[in-house]
């Protein structure tokens, strides 16, 4: 990902008379055979925006420990985002944190006797130095609430989703006869609602009834979805949810879905974790309860879920990019922020058979 955006802003520099000279500054964090690391940036960043896109989701990533190899949790990437922001010194003008998926972004509320590590995490940043944070499609954007007077972004992809969708499946019919929206729980009704609203189309909408009288990997198990709705029957449908984690919700919803006589079923969720594989979405593509499942590039994804032949990546480099030029330069980011007329013109282009760039 940081290629790709470096590769646009080295673009635009040249476009605009410059040089074309990288923006990316090197920085490791090194480790002793213990575990133990430190942040270092191996060049001066004095008096520089800085903007630090860090992926607390990298799992990809191991070090050595004691003879073993550890893959990296998202507790280890915050610690070590926290150590480049030390190694800076105080130096650089503004610092910028772009974190894709907001680290323990679904632990942003007490339920009971528990910690709140998402705000928690916001103040600590805050309190070294950070004066924005960027995220995208916040589990619950009102944690921002924890750092009022610093600067918090959530930012919604949108556009790019429904871009990909045309250009992937170009006999899509945009029509409410054709085509309705479904949210998979309550907790996704907003980003749905701004679907349907945007697209003309009717929405429907499932609750998760759980069994709250016992806990399973650290959630209540899911017995049944219920749907709320209009008929889905001969209908394409899009369903649209931040965080594909196990898939096991996901999928019980579409088998629901096709039990009702949907036709095709494209899944919008803007992070792919796969957590437990890809075997259960393979089998369900290849039995026809799925057609395809389009997340961003935004966390590591594994390599099996780059190959599967429902997967259909939506590069958000370029929008990573444009925010980053126009934060630099002191511009505003609302018309980023608001794609509803890029997406009319999409939506006028598809119908010419026109598929924007």
């Not at 945009?174 to 998979?184: F, H, T, Y």
């Given at each position: 990902?940081?290629?790709?955006?470096?590769?646009?802003?080295?673009?635009?520099?040249?476009?605009?008379?410059?040089?074309?000279?990288?923006?990316?500054?090197?920085?490791?964090?090194?480790?002793?055979?213990?575990?133990?690391?430190?942040?270092?940036?191996?060049?001066?960043?004095?008096?520089?925006?800085?903007?630090?896109?860090?992926?607390?989701?990298?799992?990809?990533?191991?070090?050595?420990?004691?003879?073993?190899?550890?893959?990296?949790?998202?507790?280890?990437?915050?610690?070590?985002?926290?150590?480049?922001?030390?190694?800076?010194?105080?130096?650089?003008?503004?610092?910028?944190?772009?974190?894709?998926?907001?680290?323990?972004?679904?632990?942003?509320?007490?339920?009971?006797?528990?910690?709140?590590?998402?705000?928690?995490?916001?103040?600590?940043?805050?309190?070294?130095?950070?004066?924005?944070?960027?995220?995208?499609?916040?589990?619950?954007?009102?944690?921002?609430?924890?750092?009022?007077?610093?600067?918090?972004?959530?930012?919604?992809?949108?556009?790019?989703?429904?871009?990909?969708?045309?250009?992937?499946?170009?006999?899509?019919?945009?029509?409410?006869?054709?085509?309705?929206?479904?949210?998979?729980?309550?907790?996704?009704?907003?980003?749905?609602?701004?679907?349907?609203?945007?697209?003309?189309?009717?929405?429907?909408?499932?609750?998760?009834?759980?069994?709250?009288?016992?806990?399973?990997?650290?959630?209540?198990?899911?017995?049944?979805?219920?749907?709320?709705?209009?008929?889905?029957?001969?209908?394409?449908?899009?369903?649209?949810?931040?965080?594909?984690?196990?898939?096991?919700?996901?999928?019980?919803?579409?088998?629901?879905?096709?039990?009702?006589?949907?036709?095709?079923?494209?899944?919008?969720?803007?992070?792919?974790?796969?957590?437990?594989?890809?075997?259960?979405?393979?089998?369900?593509?290849?039995?026809?309860?799925?057609?395809?499942?389009f997340t961003t590039n935004l966390i590591y994804r594994h390599p099996d879920v780059l190959a599967s032949p429902?997967?259909?990546?939506?590069?958000?480099?370029?929008?990573?990019?444009?925010?980053?030029?126009?934060?630099?330069?002191?511009?505003?980011?609302?018309?980023?922020?608001?794609?509803?007329?890029?997406?009319?013109?999409?939506?006028?282009?598809?119908?010419?058979?026109?598929?924007?760039?």
């Amino acid at each position: 990902m940081i290629g790709k955006v470096d590769a646009y802003l080295r673009q635009w520099d040249i476009e605009s008379g410059g040089t074309g000279q990288t923006t990316v500054v090197h920085a490791s964090c090194p480790r002793f055979t213990t575990g133990e690391a430190k942040g270092v940036i191996t060049q001066s960043i004095r008096g520089y925006d800085l903007y630090i896109l860090c992926d607390p989701f990298h799992y990809g990533v191991t070090y050595k420990m004691y003879g073993l190899t550890v893959p990296m949790g998202p507790d280890d990437h915050y610690q070590d985002l926290k150590r480049v922001i030390m190694a800076t010194n105080g130096k650089a003008r503004r610092i910028t944190v772009i974190m894709p998926m907001l680290y323990e972004g679904r632990q942003h509320r007490r339920l009971a006797r528990e910690s709140l590590d998402c705000a928690v995490a916001l103040q600590e940043l805050t309190g070294m130095g950070v004066e924005n944070l960027i995220t995208f499609d916040a589990h619950d954007p009102r944690v921002q609430n924890a750092i009022p007077l610093k600067g918090f972004e959530n930012v919604q992809p949108t556009y790019q989703m429904i871009r990909e969708l045309v250009r992937q499946v170009p006999d899509l019919v945009i029509d409410p006869k054709e085509l309705v929206m479904v949210s998979p729980d309550e907790g996704a009704m907003p980003r749905c609602i701004y679907y349907a609203s945007v697209l003309g189309l009717d929405l429907g909408m499932f609750y998760k009834r759980r069994d709250y009288t016992r806990l399973e990997n650290g959630r209540h198990p899911i017995i049944s979805h219920e749907f709320l709705g209009e008929s889905v029957e001969g209908k394409d449908v899009i369903v649209a949810d931040d965080i594909i984690s196990t898939g096991e919700s996901m999928l019980s919803l579409s088998e629901e879905l096709k039990r009702r006589g949907a036709r095709r079923i494209f899944i919008f969720t803007t992070f792919g974790l796969f957590t437990n594989g890809v075997k259960e979405f393979d089998e369900a593509h290849k039995n026809g309860t799925i057609e395809r499942v389009f997340t961003t590039n935004l966390i590591y994804r594994h390599p099996d879920v780059l190959a599967s032949p429902w997967y259909s990546e939506v590069n958000m480099a370029k929008y990573v990019a444009y925010i980053i030029n126009n934060l630099n330069c002191d511009h505003s980011i609302s018309h980023l922020l608001d794609p509803v007329q890029r997406i009319k013109k999409l939506l006028d282009d598809q119908q010419r058979g026109v598929y924007a760039k």
